[in-house]
Antibody, heavy 117, light 112 residues
Framework: EVQLVESGGALVQPGGSLSLACEVFGFTLRNHYMGWLRQAPGKGLEWVASISPDGGDKYYVGSAKGRFTISRDTAKNSLYLRLNSLNADDTGIYYC??????????WGQGTRVIVSS | EIVMTQSPLSLPVIPGEPASISCRSSQSLLHSDGTNCLTWYVQKPGQSPQVLIYLGSNRAPGVPDRFSASGSGTDFTLKISRVEAEDVGIYYCMQALQTPNTFGQGTRLEIK
């Protein structure tokens, strides 16, 4: 059974940093694009970053470029998102998701990030 | 960036009645292989989003056949033939033809 389990969300001060992790089960990261998406409180869905199956290509939404880093460890079946220079607009639930056929076909339950002083 | 525009944003429906949601993209989502890189998701209250429709018109496994979708290029439609109470949620279209992948604003379906 495919499962994705995020962790690492927390309350962090503006300007701070955080690392999110997503452990996956039931499939191998080498066979799929993987993504991070987020949802601000009461708002819609926003794609944040993706990484290619071989890990060689990484893509970011404009507001994340230079601040966020997506990575993975295939030995640990885990996807990561490092968030630096956080601001209030980064507050929300962060989901990891598996890419398949131009879609994200499996999502985790999400991990909550709150940026506030 | 490809802009996705959904309508309506709010959709009150009587159970048993049909419903329809439109999604338009600012650029064609037709891939060189002939498929449309357009996905429909639903986010039910308190849950993570889940896929309803892949590649513009293909139902995901386990999705009831009262859900159907059509369209190509820049105009897409999701239809529910007979709405049930369990269909309450926010429906999103998303394009993954280009990065940044982008979503429509979401359509909130509620039961009248």
């Amino acid at each position: 059974e495919v499962q994705l389990v995020e962790s690492g969300g927390a309350l962090v001060q503006p300007g701070g940093s955080l690392s999110l992790a997503c452990e996956v089960f039931g499939f191998t990261l080498r066979n799929h694009y993987m993504g991070w998406l987020r949802q601000a409180p009461g708002k819609g869905l926003e794609w944040v970053a993706s990484i290619s199956p071989d890990g060689g290509d990484k893509y970011y939404v404009g507001s994340a470029k230079g601040r966020f880093t997506i990575s993975r460890d295939t030995a640990k079946n885990s996807l990561y998102l490092r968030l630096n220079s956080l601001n209030a607009d980064d507050t929300g639930i962060y989901y990891c998701a598996r890419g398949y056929l131009c879609a994200f076909d499996h999502w985790g339950q999400g991990t909550r990030v709150i940026v506030s002083s | 960036e490809i802009v996705m525009t959904q309508s309506p944003l709010s959709l009150p429906v009587i159970p048993g009645e049909p419903a329809s949601i439109s999604c338009r993209s600012s650029q064609s989502l037709l891939h060189s292989d002939g498929t449309n890189c357009l996905t429909w998701y639903v986010q039910k209250p308190g849950q993570s989003p889940q896929v309803l429709i892949y590649l513009g018109s293909n139902r995901a496994p386990g999705v009831p056949d009262r859900f159907s979708a059509s369209g190509s290029g820049t105009d897409f439609t999701l239809k529910i033939s007979r709405v049930e109470a369990e269909d309450v949620g926010i429906y999103y279209c998303m394009q993954a033809l280009q990065t940044p992948n982008t979503f429509g604003q979401g359509t909130r379906l509620e039961i009248k």
